[in-house]
C-alpha cells in the first residue's frame, strides 16, 4: 500500500479511514468509558491513536548527492553489520521514501541511486547515525520518526510518552538528543605552549581534577618547535596545570620524552591517575629539527626538518606500543609503564579506557585496515586495570557498517544514570578513504551495558561538509569575542567533567586537537602549515 502511493499520501488515506471508523463508533462511545476491553472501549483507544498520528507528523529531509551506505553497501543484499538493507528498486526518490517509512523495522534513513550501476535501488538504514558521503549518483534522505523510548534519543535525553519527543540534557541537542551543545570558546583557553618566544605544538590533552582544585592537563607536543606533521618522530607528553576547567593550561613539566603520544589520563577507584599511552621511549629530543636557520620556528614543520630515511615511520607499522603508569600524584612519582597488550603488532590503538568501580575495564582500541578500510573500532576488558595480563582485547567490530576511513580517538564516560557514552575524531565523510585527517567533525555512541554499542552520528562538525575541498575544509569555531576560526584539523577529542575523580555525568568542556595552518598533508611533507595547539570549548549546561 504505501509503495505504490507514497508515504505523505498513504499517511493521508490511513487517517481517512480510521476517522471514517472512528465517526461510526464514537456515537456509542459513553463519556465515562475509559477501558479497552470493549467495543466503546476500542475506540476510545482508537480515538487516542489517531489523535497522536494526527500530531507527530514525520519530516523527511533529502540529501541530494549524498550516500548513507559509501563503501558498506552490499548490491542486492544486506550490509555486514546489518544495518544498511537492500529494499526494492524504484524509478523515484519518494518511492524509495516510501519503502523505508513502511519497512518492517524502522527505517531511520535511505539512500536511492538515480544514476550508475546501482541505479533504481533502493536501501533502508536501521541505526539512526546519519554519517552520509558525497555521491553525485546517489540521494539519501533521514525521517524524522517520534521517539519510542530513551535509547531513540541516543540515552542523551528522555523519550516524552505525551509528545513522542526527546527532551535532551542541556548538554545536548538535536531530534534526537545526538548533536553535542558546544559554545562559543574563549581566547586563550586550552593550552598553547610556548619556548623562548617561539609556538610549540600540541595536539589534545586529558584533564583531570586533583583535591586542591587545580586542574590537570596531559597532552601530546612536539619538541624541536615542529608541527603534528612530526608526531611520530618528535611526539612526547606533558603536564599542565591551570586553576579552571576551561582556562589557559601552562606547562610545568614532562611526562614522558619522546617517543610517546595520545595520553589518556582516567581516574581509578581509590584516588589513582591511571595514563594509556602510545610510546617507544627512547630520547628528550625528537628526530626532527623544525628551529634550524631561516626557518619560522613556529610550531610548523617544513621541507628538510626532518631526515629524509628515519625509523620513526615504522612506529605506525608496529614497533610502538600501549602502555599504562599511575600515581596518587599528578604532579609526578608515576610507575614503571607497563606494555598492555604485548603480542599485539598493529598501529596505535588509541587506548581508551573507563575503569569501573570494582577495578574492572571497559575499553575500546583501534585497529588500522581490515573490513571497510581506515580505522575500526573494537572492544576491549580487563578484570583489573592494575593487571595487564587481564586484558583482553576483543576482535568483533563494534561499528561493521561505518564506511569510509571510519572512527577514531574514541573518549569513553557514564552518564549519571550510568549509561555508556564514547566520542571520537568522526571520520566517515567526503573523500576521507584515503584523506581521513580532514573530516573535521566528532562522533558518538551509546550503549546501556558497555558491550553492545549504537552508533549515533555526528555529534560536532558539519555532517555534510565536503572537507576534501577548498571550500568544504575545516571547522569553524566561534569565540566569545564574536571572531570565528576555521581550524584545517580538528581531532584528538577529550571531555572535562563537573565531578572531581569521575568520568560521570555530561560534559562541562569539550578538548581538540586543533590545526590552524592550513595544512592537508598528515606527514612530514608539510610545508610549514601544521602548527597546532589544543583547544577548549565549553558545553551548555542550562
Given at each position: ?191 598553547r605552549g610556548e619556548d ?104 610548523s614543520t617544513g621541507p ?173 569555531v566561534h569565540f566569545t ?62
Amino acid at each position: 500500500f504505501f509503495w505504490r502511493t507514497g508515504w505523505k499520501a498513504s499517511a493521508f488515506i490511513v487517517l481517512s479511514i480510521f476517522n471514517f471508523h472512528l465517526s461510526s463508533c464514537s456515537k456509542m462511545i459513553a463519556p465515562s468509558v475509559r477501558h479497552i476491553g470493549s467495543r466503546s472501549g476500542c475506540c476510545t483507544y482508537l480515538l487516542a491513536l489517531i489523535s497522536s498520528v494526527h500530531t507527530t507528523e514525520i519530516a523527511v529531509r533529502k540529501y541530494p548527492s549524498f550516500n548513507q551506505g559509501w563503501g558498506v553497501i552490499n548490491p542486492l543484499g544486506t550490509s555486514k553489520g546489518g544495518t544498511i538493507r537492500y529494499i526494492g528498486s524504484h524509478n523515484t526518490v519518494d518511492l524509495c521514501e516510501s519503502a523505508c517509512a513502511s519497512y518492517k523495522e524502522r527505517c531511520w534513513s535511505f539512500t536511492f541511486f538515480h544514476d550508475g550501476e546501482q541505479q533504481g535501488q533502493c536501501y533502508a538504514v536501521t541505526s539512526p547515525g546519519f554519517n552520509p558521503t558525497y555521491d553525485v549518483t546517489a540521494t539519501s534522505g533521514v525521517l524524522d520518526w517520534p521517539c519510542r523510548d530513551d535509547t531513540d534519543c541516543s540515552l542523551n535525553g528522555i523519550c516524552s510518552p505525551r509528545t513522542r519527543t526527546c527532551l535532551c540534557r542541556p548538554a545536548w541537542k538535536g531530534a534526537r538528543c545526538e548533536t553535542l551543545n558546544v559554545l562559543p570558546a574563549t581566547r586563550g583557553a586550552g593550552y598553547r605552549g610556548e619556548d623562548n618566544g617561539h609556538n610549540t605544538s600540541s595536539w589534545g590533552g586529558a584533564v583531570l581534577q586533583d583535591s586542591n582544585g587545580v586542574w590537570h592537563m596531559w597532552a601530546a607536543e612536539m619538541t624541536e618547535h615542529c608541527g603534528i606533521g612530526a608526531w611520530q618522530q618528535n611526539s612526547r607528553v606533558i603536564h599542565a596545570t591551570s586553576p579552571t576547567p576551561g582556562g589557559s593550561y601552562r606547562r610545568v613539566g614532562v611526562t614522558w620524552e619522546v617517543f610517546s603520544h595520545e595520553p589518556e589520563v582516567v581516574p581509578g577507584p581509590n584516588g589513582e591517575y591511571v595514563m594509556y599511552f602510545t610510546a617507544d621511549l627512547r630520547s628528550p629530543h625528537g628526530m626532527c629539527n623544525c628551529c634550524r636557520t631561516d626557518t619560522p620556528c613556529d610550531g610548523s614543520t617544513g621541507p628538510g626538518d626532518c631526515p629524509a630515511h628515519d625509523d620513526a615511520t615504522a612506529l605506525f607499522r608496529g614497533t610502538s606500543g600501549s602502555y599504562m603508569s599511575h600515581t596518587t600524584n599528578p604532579d609526578g612519582n608515576w610507575s614503571s609503564p607497563q606494555m598492555i597488550f604485548a603480542s599485539y603488532s598493529g598501529a596505535d590503538t588509541n587506548f581508551a579506557p573507563l575503569i569501573l568501580s570494582n577495578g574492572s575495564i571497559v575499553a575500546m582500541w583501534r585497529s588500522w585496515g581490515g573490513g571497510n578500510g581506515g580505522s575500526r573500532m573494537f572492544l576491549a576488558t580487563a578484570e583489573d586495570w592494575r593487571r595487564p595480563d587481564t586484558y583482553v582485547q576483543h576482535h568483533d567490530e563494534l561499528f561493521p557498517d561505518l564506511g569510509a576511513a571510519g572512527t577514531e580517538d574514541q573518549y569513553l564516560y557514564q552518564d549519571s544514570a550510568g549509561n555508556f557514552h564514547a566520542v571520537f575524531h568522526h571520520m566517515y565523510g567526503t573523500g576521507t578513504k584515503t584523506q581521513w585527517w580532514l573530516d573535521a567533525t566528532g562522533g558518538h555512541a551509546f550503549s546501556q551495558d558497555g558491550i553492545h554499542w549504537t552508533y549515533s552520528g555526528v555529534a560536532w562538525g558539519n555532517a555534510t561538509a565536503r572537507y576534501n575541498t577548498p571550500a568544504g575544509q575545516g571547522a569553524q569555531v566561534h569565540f566569545t569575542d564574536g571572531t570565528s576560526f576555521r581550524f584545517t584539523r580538528l581531532e584528538r577529542p577529550h571531555l572535562i567533567f563537573a565531578k572531581r575523580g569521575a568520568l560521570i555525568g555530561d560534559p562541562i568542556y569539550l578538548i581538540n586537537s586543533a590545526q590552524y595552518g592550513n595544512g592537508t598533508n598528515p606527514g612530514t611533507g608539510a610545508h610549514n602549515d601544521d602548527a597546532c595547539f589544543t583547544l577548549i570549548q565549553p558545553v551548555n549546561q542550562q
